[in-house]
Structures are given as structure tokens and as C-alpha cells.
Nanobody
Framework: QLQFVESGGGLVQPGGSLRLSCAAS????????IGWFRQAPGKEREGVSC????????YYVDSVKGRFTISRDNAKNTVYLQMNSLKPEDTTVYYC???????????????????WGQGTQVTGSS
């Protein structure tokens, strides 16, 4: 069974940093695109970034470019999202999921993605 487990969320001040992890089980990341998404209450789910694990090609949505970095460790079957210079609008639940399609802005926005994890909460503190 394909499954993701996200972790690394927590309380963070504006301007702070967090590293989220997305650990896969039941399949090998090497052959898939992995996407990070977020969804605030009452809002649509937003694609944040994706990485094609085979060649490391990446894509970032404009609102996180220069602040977030997606990476993967194929030996650990894990994808990471390093989030720096966090803003209040970044605080929400983050999810990862997989796609067989090539990582791109179009795929991040239109999918299909599957094997969604349970999410990890990023909460802002003042």
C-alpha cells in the first residue's frame, strides 16, 4: 500500500524556518514526482512545490520561490521541504502526494496526485 507520512510541522515565528519531511512507504520514490501542497481552512488546496525524484527537477509556485527548497533523499525514501523566511500566510496544513507525471507548474496545479498523507500543521506565533 502506497503511503506518505508527513512530519516536521510546528510553531514558528514570522521569519523563522522549518523543515518538513515526507516519508514514503510501500513504493520507491525514484520513479515518481512528489508534490507538496497546503490548504488553509475555507480555501482551496494549493500546490507549493514538486520534485521529480529521478532527476531532481523541481518547480515552485511564485509565492514561495527563493524561500522554500524541495529536496529528496532516495536512500531514505523521503522528500523534504525546507521553509525559510516564513510568513503568516504560510501557516497552514501541508500535505505531500505523488504523481506519475513530470514535475511542472501545470501538473502541480492540475494533477493527478494520489497517496495523500495525513498532513503536518505549521502554526504561526507572534
Amino acid at each position: 500500500q502506497l503511503q506518505f507520512v508527513e512530519s516536521g510541522g510546528g510553531l514558528v515565528q514570522p521569519g523563522g524556518s522549518l523543515r518538513l519531511s515526507c516519508a514514503a512507504s510501500g513504493f520507491t520514490l525514484n520513479y515518481y514526482t512528489i508534490g507538496w501542497f497546503r490548504q488553509a481552512p475555507g480555501k482551496e488546496r494549493e500546490g507549493v512545490s514538486c520534485i521529480r525524484s529521478r532527476d531532481g527537477s523541481t518547480y515552485y509556485v511564485d509565492s514561495v520561490k527563493g524561500r522554500f527548497t524541495i529536496s529528496r533523499d532516495n536512500a531514505k525514501n523521503t522528500v523534504y521541504l525546507q521553509m525559510n523566511s516564513l510568513k503568516p500566510e504560510d501557516t497552514t496544513v501541508y500535505y505531500c502526494a505523488t504523481s506519475e507525471r513530470y514535475c511542472s507548474g501545470y501538473v502541480l496545479g492540475h494533477g493527478p496526485f494520489g497517496s495523500w498523507g495525513q498532513g503536518t500543521q505549521v502554526t504561526g506565533s507572534s
